[in-house]
Nanobody, 123 residues
Framework: QLQLVESGGGLVQPGGSLRLSCAAS????????IGWFRQAPGKEREGVSC????????NYADSVKGRFTISRDNAKNTVYLQMNSLKPEDTAVYYC????????????????WGQGTQVTVSS
C-alpha cells in the first residue's frame, strides 16, 4: 500500500519556525517528485514547493521563497519542509504528494497524497 504521512504541524507565533516531515511507506521517495501543497479555509489548494526525483532540483512558490526549504533524506525515505519566518497567511493544512515524474504545480498530476497536517501561525 502506497502511503504518505505528514507530521510536524502545530501552532506557532509569527516569525517562528516549523519543520514538516513527509514519510513514505510502500514505495521509495527518491524515485518520485515530491510536492508540498497547502489549503487555507475558503481557498484553493496551492503548490508550495517541490523536489524532483532524479536531479534533486527544487522550486518554490513566490510567497515562500527565501523562507521555506525543501529537502529529502533518502535513507529515511522522508521529505522535509523547513518553514522559517512564518506569517499568519501561511496558516493552512499542508499536504505532501508524490508523482513518478518531474515536479509540477498542478495538484491533479500527483497520484499519492498524505492526510495533511495543520499549521497555524498566530499570536
Amino acid at each position: 500500500q502506497l502511503q504518505l504521512v505528514e507530521s510536524g504541524g502545530g501552532l506557532v507565533q509569527p516569525g517562528g519556525s516549523l519543520r514538516l516531515s513527509c514519510a513514505a511507506s510502500g514505495f521509495s521517495l527518491d524515485s518520485n517528485a515530491i510536492g508540498w501543497f497547502r489549503q487555507a479555509p475558503g481557498k484553493e489548494r496551492e503548490g508550495v514547493s517541490c523536489i524532483n526525483n532524479s536531479n534533486g532540483r527544487t522550486n518554490y512558490a513566490d510567497s515562500v521563497k527565501g523562507r521555506f526549504t525543501i529537502s529529502r533524506d533518502n535513507a529515511k525515505n522522508t521529505v522535509y519542509l523547513q518553514m522559517n519566518s512564518l506569517k499568519p497567511e501561511d496558516t493552512a493544512v499542508y499536504y505532501c504528494a508524490a508523482r513518478g515524474y518531474y515536479c509540477s504545480g498542478d495538484a491533479s498530476l500527483f497520484a499519492v497524497w498524505g492526510q495533511g497536517t495543520q499549521v497555524t501561525v498566530s499570536s
